[in-house]
């Protein structure tokens, strides 16, 4: 870079940047290269599963030897029935790893690169050691791929209409949340992609049977709300804010989260006024939820929710 564009970068901010660019620095700031999964670490592995073995922060990294190392093998009793959302046991040898597997149509592939299969035919959690081996309650040996949606609009003054102000003076964003039934905590209301399906169309079918609880309106409504989604989830209004491992507790050694996380901003704060909130399927209530730096939520969402929060602030301050 010249001294000039330098100069003007510095005091202007740099004009080239395209919004992925943006976006891929809001990431490193809020995801640090060196992250350590913590939430695939939790003591008790969830729905009623063992207690795992402990990996301190420094033995996380396969390269760095553990020769204690014990993990407890689990796979909930639900894998036991054959479901047709998960792997066949049996079929191990068959999986095709690192590409997507033509036999059954599933994304294989990872945000992270290449991961290891080891000799036996089980792939390893990139992110490195959880204490577990086998797919726990996860239904796909290596990555199982979900996607989320941000959805969000700026706290406006009912009256004035104006953006409203947190006591530190950072306008407040709001976000549609889901409380999740399995462990009652708030969530980006993602689910799973579907054999075949693009996260694009995930987002917005999970944000229909969470937040809206289309499963249970009538066949003409639902196809209202399917229409007025497919308008709000364009790729005008739709940017990827994160693509990659979620820190969630059901991972294993073997099995895994990664998601798609994207965000939807009402700029004008009516453009969702059509829809009820109402939690459904896998939700047992929905919300505008304030987002509040740190929050807890289910898994990474609240990292999900820093990067959506940095990139739509700079719309706002443009
Ligand atoms: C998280 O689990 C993802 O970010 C997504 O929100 C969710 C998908 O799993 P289910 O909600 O379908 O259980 O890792």
């Known amino acids: 870079m010249d001294f000039f564009r330098a100069i003007w970068s510095l005091f202007f901010g740099n004009p080239e940047l395209t919004q992925e660019q943006k976006m891929q620095a809001i990431r490193s700031r809020v995801i640090p290269q060196d992250f350590i999964h913590k939430v695939a670490r939790c003591e008790t592995y969830p729905g009623g599963g063992p207690k795992r073995f402990v990996v301190p922060d420094a033995c996380v990294d396969w390269e760095v030897t553990f020769a204690k190392y014990a993990p407890v093998f689990y796979e909930a009793p639900i894998l036991g029935k054959q479901p047709v959302w998960a792997d066949d046991p049996k079929e191990i040898r068959k999986i095709e790893y690192n590409r997507i597997d ?10 992270h690169g290449v991961y290891v299969v080891t000799q036996e035919g089980f792939p390893r959690n990139p992110l490195g050691r959880t204490g577990i081996e086998g797919r726990g309650l996860l239904g796909r040996y290596g990555p199982n791929h979900a996607a989320d949606p941000v959805v969000t609009r700026w706290k406006r003054n009912s009256e004035t209409h104006e953006v409203e102000h947190d006591a530190d003076g950072n306008p407040i964003l709001q976000f549609v949340a889901i409380r999740r039934k399995d462990n009652g905590l708030w969530a980006l209301p993602g689910g799973m992609v579907d054999p075949g399906e693009v996260a694009s169309a995930t987002v917005k079918r999970e944000f229909g049977e969470e937040a809206l609880d289309a499963m249970s309106l009538s066949e003409a409504e639902a196809e209202k709300v399917k229409q007025d989604l497919d308008e709000l989830f364009d790729a005008e209004h739709a940017v ?14 073997n099995a895994w989260m990664e998601t798609t996380a994207v965000s939807i901003h009402d700029s004008d704060g009516h453009l969702f006024d059509k829809f009820k909130l109402q939690g459904g399927d896998d939700a047992s209530d929905a919300k505008w939820a304030d987002y509040t730096p740190g929050m807890e939520l289910y898994a990474s969402h609240t990292n999900f929710m820093a990067i959506a929060y940095e990139f739509r602030r700079g719309q706002l301050e443009q």
């Open 102 to 111: 033509k036999a059954c149509n599933v994304d294989r592939t990872s945000a």
């Open 240 to 253: 990827v804010v994160y693509k990659g491992y979620v820190d969630d507790p059901r991972n294993t050694d």
